[in-house]
């Protein structure tokens, strides 16, 4: 069984920046596909960012130029680094790592834009 546990939500003003971090019970984070989603209320969690196990990143159009997922395999550790925030951003972040037959999510970070 795996743990992912989620840090560095906060509130930030817009054009600020904040940095998610991810830790990992075991060192999967090189052989999982693992990714950043969120779901603001009243809406369907949605894909932010992604890696594949051989650090291919895909990103939501809203997030582009903006955000960076990141990895350290030494730490067991998944990084968001968001840059630029907007109130759209508003939402709970979720670290996530799958593999063809398992899916593990983390409990979420609560992540605020306002002024």
């Known amino acids: 069984q795996v743990q992912l546990v989620e840090s560095g939500g906060g509130l930030v003003q817009p054009g600020g920046s904040l940095r998610l971090s991810c830790a990992a019970s075991g060192s999967i984070f090189s052989i999982y596909a693992v990714g950043w989603y969120r779901q603001a209320p009243g809406k369907q969690r949605e894909s932010v960012a992604t890696?594949?196990?051989?650090?291919?990143?895909n990103y939501a159009d809203s997030v582009k130029g903006r955000f960076t997922v990141s990895r350290d395999n030494a730490k067991n550790t998944l990084y968001l680094q968001m840059n630029s925030l907007k109130p759209e951003d508003t939402a709970v972040y979720y670290c996530?790592?799958?593999?063809?037959?398992?899916?593990?999510w983390g409990q979420g970070t609560q992540v605020t834009v306002s002024s």
């Open positions: 890696m594949s196990s051989g650090g291919r990143t």
């Open positions: 996530n790592a799958h593999s063809v037959v398992f899916n593990y």
